[in-house]
């Protein structure tokens, strides 16, 4: 599961980098409003934004990993360990 391991570290390293971004990019006030008064629906729209991430990444893996396993060619053995 090398590739399984080597993907994850990848999306973990995306996930962190688009985060720090945001940080980035927030107001200097500390309340994450943008200075228009809105951060309550700025704070519900992100956890909304951040539920359809984590669905996508989520099975992001699975789905990887599930290719890269299909797309080499199998020996009875090898099909064995994956059906378990």
């Known amino acids: 599961r090398t590739t399984y391991s080597i993907v994850e570290k990848m999306i973990d ?9 945001r940080d980035a990019l927030r107001s200097t006030n500390g ?5 228009s008064r809105i951060g309550v629906r700025r704070t519900e729209m992100f ?12 099975g992001l893996l699975d ?5 890269v396993v299909a797309s080499k060619p199998k020996t ?9």
């Open 13 to 21: 390293q995306g996930v962190t980098a688009a985060l720090a971004a």
């Open 31 to 35: 309340d994450d409003s943008h200075n």
């Open 47 to 58: 956890a909304k934004e951040a539920d359809k991430m984590e669905k996508y990444v989520g």
């Open 63 to 67: 789905m990887i990993y599930g290719s």
């Open 76 to 84: 009875m053995q090898e099909a064995i360990e994956i059906a378990n």
